[in-house]
């Protein structure tokens, strides 16, 4: 199985930064598009970021020229670099990757990490 690990979530005041950091492992044999998500208290969960694995990316407009999404393929690692953070930020951020199972094979998967809490104090 493939698995997604995030870190780099933490207590930060508003305008700081914060790098968040998804390594997957497992029996990878392809990922696609990575991405990351967030879950504020009392909403559904939303697009963050996502980056394909030829570097194209895609923003949520609530954080656009805020935050950086990008991604080592040889470390099958993505990355948000968050800077200018508001209280408004503030959430469990998931990352997500479109993967292929070398042992489960023919379709690519959609994984889930075990989310990592930012918090943006004012």
């Known amino acids: 199985q493939v698995q997604l690990v995030e870190s780099g979530g933490g207590l930060v005041q508003a305008g700081g930064s914060l790098r968040l950091s998804c390594a997957a492992s497992?029996?990878?044999?392809?990922?696609?598009?990575m991405g990351w998500y967030r879950q504020a208290p009392g909403k559904q969960r939303e697009l963050v970021a996502t980056i394909t694995s030829g570097g194209s990316t895609n923003y949520a407009d609530s954080v656009k020229g805020r935050f950086t999404i990008s991604r080592d393929n040889a470390k099958n690692t993505v990355y948000l670099q968050m800077n200018s953070l508001e209280p408004e930020d503030t959430a469990v951020y998931y990352c997500?990757?479109?993967?292929?199972?070398?042992?489960?094979?023919?379709?690519?998967?959609?994984?889930w990490g075990q989310g990592t809490l930012v918090t943006v104090s004012s």
């Open positions: 997500n990757a479109n993967a292929v199972d070398r042992l489960l094979g023919y379709r690519y998967r959609e994984v």
């Open positions: 497992g029996s990878i044999f392809r990922i696609d598009v």
